[in-house]
């Protein structure tokens, strides 16, 4: 049974992407809803009857209280026994089938797989955004959302079929029954289901807002605990605890408050719904009792409307709690929703084809990038890097070094001119097939909170266990990797190497993300700083194994010790975002220009930090 209403609906089913996802709730919701209509009917339909039979139960309670009163036991047994059996036997039997129908559509098909959809969907959307999108907000408060977003959604729906829907058809059966008793026993309940509207549209009103201002103080909460989390490090190098707890308290004390708003209203409700419910007994209880006592109402009249208004006062702060729930989780939605529907950034242009690499020719036509601030990046850059050149850059800190490289990977769109590969404009290819043609060695290699295996293999996961091996051998990590050993005992290329590799020191992540560029073996291939996490043996030794990986390969190398890249076919020196110098290494010693003196002021191999400006990119 379970696997049945389980497998109703695929929450991983094929959708048309959008890059521009609705960003109002209803249309944002429509979407998700839309695998879920015969699914959503069905439950309806159920929720429907299992509030209608609530009803017609307390009627039948009335009923049968008059029934027992019209004589003795073996003459109302001889006229009604077989009524009674079949009323039991629909209790005991039909009643339960249905209702047990409706909450495994409930339980088992849309809260755990609407939920899901939203999740996968939701996460599809933010993988897809820039690396600059990622730049400009909190990872965890973007985790945040996307992972609470779907159960608030789930909630919303649990609660309009479980309570809202039953609580609708309760009230109208409710209003039937009085009124096919006595039509005078429908007045205090319309009365009080017109103040009963109005304490909820109040409610609303305000649970809404304090909703979703509560929902932003927990995910800003999230953020601050988060970055404390990450840069732990930071944290404790500069004893700043102290400063860090202040920081968060600042967040939590926010959160509370914002809470607490929450909480009062609530109590005002809840106080508010007390009353209401006192006059809704005492009216109706107390008119069906002088009908009784006028002998214009029998006993089961007096004995279902008594139990009908308790039921209906138990009811009403289910019902109330329920409603503020769902405008709580819809708070929440619409919170997460200021992440997840963000449009995409960059996207891949109309009919972009797969880049066809042939020679790995780069070139840069007039290009700049100011990040839209007007000034920093690139200015109007035109450089050629002919098929397996070797290139170096170099230059001061925000000279433009990380711009170059972020535009020719397209984690960022020109502001101006256009950078081709083998004649093509890499704004009209697509991103993936232009990035799988690039391998990229970083200054800090991140890695993933997985295995050492799963790490390397994130170059080219089709690759063997040969291959892979082989791959960590060229990148002089090897040796060290047999010896690694995580806390749950996994040993070697098992080993985890906890989250951005922090498991490991600088050097074996820089080996571990060498050997990992090296098996991707792109034909293009971009250093960022490959070596500066290295000691000098092992910089020898990975440079050697570097010249190798560089063979046949168009190569742009970035790099403050410019020792490394002396031996280039190139050099380009960068500054203030424009191409400065451009030669070999003796050539442009030879002009004593910013080159020379970068390295005639070099200390150890790196360039002056006088000449050190603040990074823009």
């Not at 039909?94 to 339980?107: C, D, K, Q, T």
């Not at 309760?170 to 026993?185: E, S």
């Not at 419910?277 to 009792?289: D, K």
């Not at 190398?557 to 020196?573: C, E, F, G, W």
Request: net charge neutral.
């Amino acid at each position: 049974m379970f696997r049945f209403f389980e497998g109703l609906v695929d929450p991983y089913q094929a959708y048309a992407r959008s890059d521009t996802p609705p960003r109002k709730l209803w249309p944002f919701l429509r979407d998700y809803i839309r695998p879920f209509r015969k699914v959503f009917a069905a439950t309806a339909v159920l929720s429907v009857i299992a509030s209608a039979m609530d009803v017609a139960m307390i009627w039948y309670v009335g009923r049968l209280v008059d029934l027992l009163s019209q004589g003795g036991p073996a003459q109302v047994w001889a006229d009604y026994g077989t009524e009674i059996i079949l009323v039991g036997l629909f209790v005991l039997i039909v009643r339960p089938m249905l209702i047990i129908s409706n909450v495994a559509l409930l339980h088992n098909t849309i809260l755990p797989n609407f939920g899901t959809m939203i999740r996968f969907r939701a996460h599809d959307h933010v993988m897809r955004q820039p690396v600059g999108w990622f730049e400009g907000d909190f990872a965890g408060r973007i985790a945040n959302r996307v992972m609470q977003t779907p159960p608030a959604a789930g909630d919303a729906v649990f609660q309009t079929f479980d309570a809202v829907a039953f609580a609708s058809v309760t009230m109208v059966g409710a209003a039937i029954m009085l009124a096919g008793a006595d039509i005078r026993l429908l007045l205090p309940m319309i009365v009080w289901l017109l103040l009963y509207a109005a304490l909820v549209r109040w409610t609303l009103r305000r649970a809404g807002p304090a909703a979703k201002a509560s929902s932003d103080a927990r995910s800003a909460v999230t953020g601050r605990v988060v970055d404390a989390y990450t840069n732990i490090h930071s944290v404790k190098l500069f004893a700043h605890h102290d400063m860090e707890m202040r920081h968060a308290t600042e967040a939590i004390e926010n959160a509370r408050t914002t809470f607490q708003q929450e909480m009062r209203i609530i109590t005002k409700m809840d106080l508010a719904l007390t009353v209401l419910n006192g006059f809704l007994i005492v009216s109706i209880t107390g008119w069906s009792l002088l009908l009784w006592y006028q002998g214009a109402a029998s006993v089961g009249t007096v004995a279902a409307a008594t139990a009908l208004v308790l039921r209906l006062n138990n009811m009403t702060y289910w019902i109330m709690w329920a409603t503020t729930s769902l405008v709580q989780a819809l708070g929440v939605v619409q919170e997460g929703m200021e992440t997840i529907t963000q449009p995409i950034g960059l996207v891949d242009a109309g009919g972009a084809q797969a880049l066809q690499l042939s020679k790995g020719e780069v070139k840069f036509e007039g290009v700049s990038h100011h990040y839209g601030r007007g000034s920093g990046g690139l200015r109007d850059i035109s450089l050629t890097i002919r098929p397996g050149e070797r290139i170096g850059v170099v230059g001061r800190s925000g000279a433009g070094k990380s711009t170059l490289v972020k535009l020719m990977l397209r984690f960022y769109d020109c502001e101006a001119g256009r950078i081709l590969i083998d004649g093509q404009d890499i704004a009209h290819v697509t991103q993936d097939s232009l990035r799988r043609e690039i391998g990229m060695v970083q200054q800090d290699s991140s890695l993933l909170h997985r295995s050492v295996r799963e790490n390397i293999l994130y170059g080219r996961p089709d690759a063997s266990e040969e291959a892979m091996i082989a791959a960590a051998k060229r990148a002089e990590a090897h040796d060290f990797i047999l010896t690694l050993e995580d806390p749950q005992g996994r040993k070697g290329y098992d080993a985890h190497v906890g989250e951005r590799g922090v498991k490991l020191s600088g050097g074996q992540r820089q080996r571990v993300g060498l050997a990992r560029v090296i098996l991707k073996d792109a034909p293009i291939l971009i250093l960022d700083e490959a070596t500066s996490a290295l000691d000098s043996e092992v910089e020898a030794q990975i440079q050697e194994a570097l010249y190798g990986v560089m063979q046949g390969k168009t190569v742009i190398a970035i790099a403050h010790r410019l020792s490394t890249i002396a031996a280039m076919d190139r050099i380009v020196v960068l500054e203030d975002g424009g191409v400065a110098e451009d030669g070999t290494h003796a050539e442009l010693l030879a002009q004593g220009g910013l080159y020379a003196r970068f390295w005639a002021r070099q200390s150890g191999g790196f360039i002056g930090i006088d000449d050190a400006a603040e990074e823009t990119a």
